[in-house]
Each structure stands twice: as structure tokens, then as C-alpha cells.
Nanobody, 119 residues
Framework: QVQLVESGGGLVQPGGSLRLSCVAS????????MGWYRQAPGKQRELVAY???????NYADSVKGRFTISKDSAKNAVYLHANSLTPEDTAVYSC?????????????WGQGTQVTVSS
């Protein structure tokens, strides 16, 4: 079973930055896409950013220009650099990895890391 472990969350002041990390228990070459999602209290989970095996990247409109997703295949890791944070970015951030085989799609999730933006 694939395990994804996130870290890097915490309390940060508005305008501050954080780097979230997601480390997989196996090579990330096997995943067709990896992404970061977030869920704020009382809201639905939303996609923040994703990166494909071919390094195509996409961001939610709400984070474009402020967040950057990257990966380090040698470390089996995906990162989310979050800059210019606002209170609206407060949420639990979770890492997702998707593997696609001939007849099935498997999604794996981390346990999440809390990001709180507050003065």
C-alpha cells in the first residue's frame, strides 16, 4: 500500500510563506499525476495544484502566482511552495497520487497537514 506523508504545515502570519512536503513510500515515477488539495472548515475539498508525470502543471485560480508545485523524483517527493498567504488559505492540505493501470485507477491520500494563516 502506498503511503504519502505530508509535512510543513503550521501557523503563519498573513503575507507569509510555507513549504509543504509530500513524501511517497515508493517511486513517484509510477504515478501519472500528483497533486495538492485543501479543505477549509465547512467547505468542500478543492484542488490546489497538480503536476503530471510529464511535468505538466496546473493551479487553481485562487493560488495562481502565489503557489508553486514541484517534485523531486530522487526523493520521491512533491512540494507546494505557498507565498503571500492570506486567511482564506487556511485549510487542511492533503497530498494525492494517482496511478493508472490498464483497467483501474488508484488514488492515494496522505493524512493532511494543517495550514493556519492568522495574525
Amino acid at each position: 500500500q502506498v503511503q504519502l506523508v505530508e509535512s510543513g504545515g503550521g501557523l503563519v502570519q498573513p503575507g507569509g510563506s510555507l513549504r509543504l512536503s509530500c513524501v511517497a513510500s515508493e517511486s513517484i515515477f509510477s504515478f501519472i499525476i500528483m497533486g495538492w488539495y485543501r479543505q477549509a472548515p465547512g467547505k468542500q475539498r478543492e484542488l490546489v495544484a497538480y503536476i503530471t508525470s510529464g511535468d505538466f502543471i496546473n493551479y487553481a485560480d485562487s493560488v495562481k502566482g502565489r503557489f508553486t508545485i514541484s517534485k523531486d523524483s530522487a526523493k520521491n517527493a512533491v512540494y507546494l511552495h505557498a507565498n503571500s498567504l492570506t486567511p482564506e488559505d487556511t485549510a487542511v492540505y492533503s497530498c494525492n497520487a494517482r496511478r493508472v493501470n490498464i483497467s483501474r485507477v488508484d488514488d492515494y491520500w496522505g493524512q493532511g497537514t494543517q495550514v493556519t494563516v492568522s495574525s
